[in-house]
């Protein structure tokens, strides 16, 4: 069993809280209303606490006094978060926190699976096991027609793996194969019902097994199997000897030895533990280690990790990701981790495991540990519906906030993280309805990952087998119950799971659960919703049901709805304009035509009509769906006019087995402004790309044509883009994923009256082609964008459609990414009989090159302004190569990144002259040379951010032009010398920002006399501001902004004379500021914003009477 670790979620619940309040305050009615003050002091209190979390939560694992005062403060917070959702409901009369999603699945689906595939990548230690199995195996095949062979060993250490590459081996092409996860209950219908499915086209007719399987060769794999009853297991066995001629293996795996030799008709096989090394070998898999600069101080660390996990693949898997990108005493901090000698089970190996998931736990960002620990809701070995996991993640408020990336986007994201730290798995998927739904992929968790998962929601889960009080008197948040009698009231997420008709939703079952954002019925044949539903205000869930209540049509605010399944399909739905998110998809729809008022889901992103295979006609009104970005039109293969005009600027390409054609032809009558085209690797013949007449599609101004890597073609890549002609007048074109050598007749005779419009090309991943297409001959070409291209070694003149002087002509942004083959780039090209060179790019301004390691650039082109070099050293060093152009180039900005190369070495900077702009991130060597550093000294403005060296470059004393100097990301502790310092006399703006582990301003400050402009931003555990401050004689503005951690200003502030501004924003600690400041005479802007502690100073007359100038927001 896993301690308790329920503690360890508090950082997480707060953070979510704090954001809710955030965006409570902000809103204007809670302002009218006076509520904005309140919310900022619940907030400012949550924040101050949110301080001290992190020691707190590391004592909870063994102390129980600090786990006790979380478990309370997370509950006070969760009491906050239902108070704000309520008092917004009160506060807006439309309701516009109603987030209803219904499920509407007809019956119930197997819920538990493991699944077949696997990643061969990262299997480590294995083969040699492997191959004794298979030659087990083998020997019994000639010998008996029914074989079971049990491969036990304990939790984590790789029995699946092992099931799954014996599944997938070459020996067993030529038999039936059936996958079947088991799990901890035996249930032998289901057994039964899953193999029949798999062998059987024709599943509702042929029940018997025996006659399904008739003659044929058959391997079954039963997964996971725990049953100790010997009757039930000879049952089993009896089951899956099918006999009538069949050949049946079958393969079972379990953690128990005696059921292995009890289940099995030949002798079971023992899974040992991986070596030391083999768990290292993982470990550096996982964290890209052969990527490092630091291997050689982190290989010793490596290894005595590797060692504590015990032999167990799961373990090694989820730690090696954790460390991925973690810095040296990270590693060691890992290694060194009290929660390695914490026991949670009575097998010593289980506890290393264990530890194992528990560090990669605490490790991971607030959110997602919310979004990991909801999981545990769901039984062992349920299978998790990805889309309905980010819906229900998105509706309880676990998806952090983002201007970049939607919340389906940030979601994506999380299952991404948790898969390659192994908290998650992917499950195969059964569901017919949702075979062709790019999002429904479904997933799982390992047991053991399970066991942490429940450990963390220790006290928020109610189930059938835990009481209540025992689960935190009433409090728990989530449940997954068999019936209804008297849920918590203070529930978020309720799941029904297996509960038939009989659950007992009378008309008041939900009046208790007024904060209920998911409701889950999926697995249950109820009837209709009770009418209660109408009350769960904040309502998000999913529902089996037959029948629709009327009160459906009055919740207007209502974003999410899933009808998919035989649920009715004619209620009134017209009113629902917040719709964000539809299914409709049904296995077996008679419907022949969608309603009129479809278009009045004006904010509708994501449409499932898949399986309407009698819809014929789409209604005008469709052509309001300007939001949609994803139409599921799968199997919809009698559709006929489809009338929505500008819509669908995102179609997946999708096939069903069987079918003749894909359902690229729903394109055929539609002429969006933007399209996107993703998984042509779908198409199954050329006649239908012909069908949808793309360079007839006037109206489309941006084009995207996107093919999965690595998926299986129909139809050769190079024929499809062939047919594939876009429009005349386009504007912006991107290519991903194509897969042939070389390029159609269209894109390689590109000529000066082409494509007139098109002002941006991107093109990436396009791994197979060799040569690039004349894109010089764009005559309107302004941003061009290559990455992944690995077939190209050179750039020249051919790329620009010959040596002619027009190439080229508008271009102004060229991006170059991941270009691993790229060798040569040559930027100008002989034009005439006398060899005269004619840059290619004459309006070129800005150029990035990212992660081409062999690329040499010769020579630069004379108008860029900004240029922009991460992962590139061999660009960075070879322009020593061609002599320095008789015009010298006018780059006003360099920006280095990810450099391994000594600053001495870059002699592109000899081409740079005058360089006035140099930013230097993560570079590890700024050495310097006299030479480079006479090139350096036109420098006026300086940007030094996450360079880990110690001291400051001893050239900077040479910059005499130096204006602005800004320092990110250092040391430290940071040191520069005097004789440095001193001479920039020029420099006029210093700024300190994202320094982690500075405590105190480096003593190199007060040498710099010159500065008139400091900021002082993120530092969070600067503490004091030093005494040399004082010494900046010429100081006009002080600003100091999100430094928690600074409980007061110097008093040394007074002798900044020359003050005129001074701002204090986002510093939770100060709570008064220095009486020195009233010596400041010139001082004549004093903001104060968002200082919680300086509120009373800030009110007081006394305050207001000696700095009448000042502005402060609280």
């Given at each position: 069993?896993v301690?308790e ?5 508090a ?12 965006a ?17 002091d ?5 924040e ?8 707190a939560?590391?004592?909870s ?5 600090p786990?006790?005062?979380?478990e309370r ?9 239902d108070m ?7 506060v ?15 019956g119930v ?5 493991t699944s077949?595939?696997v990643?061969?990548?990262?299997i480590?230690?294995?083969t040699d096991?492997?191959?004794?199995i298979l030659?087990?195996?083998s020997?019994?095949?000639l010998t ?10 304990m939790g984590?250490?790789?029995?699946t793996t ?5 599944y ?10 059936v996958?079947v ?6 249930d ?6 899953s ?6 086209t024709?599943e509702r007719?042929?029940t ?7 003659g044929?060769?058959?391997l ?6 725990w049953e ?13 000897n099918?006999?009538?001629e069949t ?13 292995a030799?009890r ?11 991986l070596?030391?090394?083999m768990?290292?070998?993982i470990?550096?898999h ?5 990527n ?5 101080l982190?290989e ?8 504590k ?6 373990a ?18 890992v ?14 190996s ?13 490790s ?6 919310l979004?990991f620990g909801y999981c545990?809701?769901f ?10 996991l980010?819906?229900?993640w ?15 986007q ?16 992917y ?7 949702t ?18 998962a429940?450990?963390?929601m220790?006290?928020?889960i109610q ?7 025992k ?6 948040h ?8 008297k849920?918590?009231?203070?529930l978020?997420?309720?799941h029904f ?9 009378c ?15 999926s697995k ?5 919703l ?8 904040q309502l ?15 919740m207007?605010?209502l ?9 009715a399909?004619e ?9 964000e ?15 009129e008022?479809?278009g009045?889901f ?6 499932n009509?898949?399986?309407?295979n009698?819809?014929?006609i789409?209604?005008?009104?469709c ?7 994803h ?6 293969v ?5 009338q ?16 003749s054609?894909s ?8 002429n969006p ?42 139809v ?16 912006e074109?991107?290519l991903?994923?194509y ?14 009256d ?11 991943d396009?791994t197979?082609?060799?040569?690039l297409p004349p894109?010089?001959?764009l005559?309107n070409?302004r941003?061009?964008?290559?990455k ?15 040596r002619g ?6 271009l102004?942004e060229f ?9 040569e780039?040559?930027?100008a090209?002989p034009c ?24 040499r ?10 240029l922009?070099i991460?992962g590139?050293d061999?660009?960075?060093s070879?322009?020593?190569?061609v ?6 180039v006018?780059?006003n900005?360099?920006t280095v ?17 005058p ?23 036109t ?6 951010k ?26 430290p ?13 020029s ?16 003593m190199?400050l ?9 900021k002082?931003?993120s ?8 005494g040399t401050i004082?010494r900046?004689s ?6 100091v ?13 007074g002798?900044?004379?020359s ?9 939770r600690?100060i709570?008064?500021l220095p ?10 802007d ?5 200082c ?7 009110k007081s ?6 700095f009448p ?6």
């Open positions: 069993m301690g670790l329920g503690g360890l979620l950082s997480a619940v707060l953070k979510v809280v704090t954001q809710q309040l955030g409570a305050i902000a809103n204007q009615v809670m302002m009218q209303l006076g509520f904005s003050g309140d919310l900022e619940m907030k400012m209190t949550l101050s606490v949110a301080a001290v979390l992190k020691d939560e590391r004592r694992v063994t102390e129980e006094s786990r006790l005062w979380l403060l997370q509950g006070a917070a969760s009491d906050i978060s704000i959702d309520e008092l917004e409901l009160e807006d009369a439309k309701l516009p926190a109603l987030k209803l999603r219904l499920r509407m699945t007809y689906e197997g819920d538990r699976v077949p595939k990643d061969e990548a990262i480590v230690g294995r096991e492997m191959q004794s030659g087990s195996l020997r019994k095949i008996q027609d029914f074989t079971i062979f049990s491969i036990y060993g984590g250490i790789g029995k092992i099931a799954q590459l014996v997938n081996d070459k020996q067993f092409k030529d038999y039936t194969r996958w996860y088991v799990s901890q209950i035996l032998l219908n289901k057994i039964k019902s193999i029949v499915s798999k062998l059987s024709r007719e042929i018997d097994l025996e006659m399904v399987a008739a044929t060769k058959v079954i794999v039963l997964d996971d199997l100790n009853d010997w009757a039930k297991l000879d049952t089993l066995k009896l089951l899956v099918i006999g009538n050949k049946v293996i079958v393969i079972a795996t379990t953690r128990d030895e005696g059921i030799r289940f099995s008709t030949i002798e079971p096989y023992k899974l040992k533990p070596t030391d090394e768990c290292w070998q470990i550096k996982k964290s890209a280690f052969e490092r600069d630091d291997k050689e982190l010793q660390i490596g290894r005595e990790i590797a060692v996990c015990g032999g167990v693949a799961l090694a898997q989820s730690l090696g990701y954790t460390l991925h990108s973690r810095r040296l005493d990270e590693w060691e901090s290694k060194d981790d009290d929660i390695w000698n914490q026991p949670s089970s009575l097998d010593s289980l506890n290393h495991v264990l530890a194992s998931l528990k560090l990669s736990y605490v991971m960002l607030p959110c997602l540990k979004c545990a809701v039984p062992k070995g349920h299978r998790i519906v990805k889309d309905d980010i819906n229900q998105i509706s309880l408020g676990f998806i952090e906030p983002s201007n970049r990336y939607s919340h389906r940030l979601g994506e994201t999380y299952v991404t993280h948790l898969l390659r730290m192994s908290f998650l798995q499950a195969e998927s059964q569901s017919i309805a075979v062709h739904h790019e999002y429904s992929k479904s997933l799982s968790m390992h047991d053991v990952v399970h066991d942490l429940r450990s963390v220790v006290h928020e189930d059938d087998n835990r009481n209540q009080e689960n935190g008197g009433g409090r728990c989530y449940a997954l119950l068999s019936e209804c009698s849920p918590s009231k203070s978020r997420a309720l799971l297996d509960c038939g008709v009989n659950i007992g939703l008309d008041d079952a939900l009046l208790s659960v007024k904060y209920l954002r998911v409701l889950d019925l249950c044949s109820i009837p209709i009770p009418s209660s539903i109408g009350q769960l205000k998000s869930g999913s529902s089996a049901i037959l029948e629709l209540p009327e009160l459906i049509g009055d207007i605010g974003l999410h709805l899933d009808l998919s399944g035989e649920a399909k209620a009134i739905l017209g009113t629902l304009t917040e719709l998110y539809l299914n409709l998809s049904s296995e077996k729809s008679c419907i022949r035509r969608l309603p008022d479809m009045n004006i904010k509708l992103k994501y449409l009509l898949s399986g309407w009698n819809l014929k789409f209604p005008r009104s052509g309001n769906l300007k939001s949609l970005v139409l599921n039109l799968s199997c919809c009698r559709a006929e006019a489809v929505f005009s500008s819509m669908v600027p995102n179609f997946v390409v999708q096939h069903k087995v069987g079918e054609s359902n690229l032809v729903m394109l055929q009558d539609i402004s933007e399209l996107h085209i993703s998984k042509l690797e779908n198409v199954i013949s050329a006649e239908e790309v012909q069908r949808i007449r793309l360079n007839e599609k006037r109206k489309v101004q941006i084009l995207g044509l996107n093919w999965t890597r690595g998926a299986r073609r129909f050769e890549d190079h024929e499809v883009l062939g047919l594939l002609v876009p429009p005349h007048y386009l504007m074109f991107m991903k994923g897969r042939s050598r070389n390029f159609p007749s269209w894109l390689m005779g590109i000529a000066p082409h494509f007139p419009s098109l002002m941006r090309v991107d093109i990436e396009l197979e082609c060799t040569s894109l010089g001959q005559p070409l941003i061009l964008s290559l992944g291209m690995h077939g190209i070694t050179k750039i020249d003149w051919y790329l620009c459609g010959g002087p027009r190439s080229f002509r508008q102004e991006t170059l990414s991941h270009m691993e083959r790229l060798e780039w040559h930027t090209n005439s009989e006398n060899r005269k060179s004619r840059f290619m790019f004459p309006k070129l301004k800005k150029i990035e090159i990212h992660h081409c390691p062999k690329l650039l010769t020579p630069c082109p004379q108008k860029t302004r900004h922009e991460e590139s061999d660009t960075l070879s322009w020593h190569i002599r320095p152009s008789s015009s010298p006018r780059v900005k360099l990144k990810s450099s391994k190369l000594p600053l001495h070495r870059w002699s592109l900077l000899y081409q740079l002259t360089l006035s702009c140099l930013v230097i991130e993560s570079c590890s060597d700024l050495s310097s040379s006299p030479e480079i550093t006479s090139v350096l000294s420098i006026q403005a300086l940007f030094l996450g360079n880990d060296n110690p001291d400051m470059p001893h050239w900077m004393g040479e910059l005499r032009m130096l204006h602005s100097l800004h320092v990110s990301s250092m040391h502790e940071l040191k520069a010398s005097l004789e440095v310092m001193s001479k920039l006399t420099l006029r703006y210093l700024t300190l920002s994202n320094c982690d582990s500075m405590v105190s301003l480096p190199w007060g040498d710099l006399a010159s500065v008139r402009e400091l002082i931003e530092c969070p555990n600067l503490n004091n501001l030093h004082g900046l010429s100081l006009q503005s002080l600003q902004t999100f430094c928690d951690n600074l409980k007061e200003l110097t008093e040394s502030l002798s900044l004379t003050l005129k501004k001074l701002e204090v924003g986002c510093c600690s709570k008064y009486e020195s400041i009233q010596e400041l005479t010139n001082l004549v004093l903001r104060v914003i968002t919680p502690e300086l509120n009373a100073w800030c007359e006394d305050t207001k009477a000696k100038y000042i502005y402060f927001r609280l």
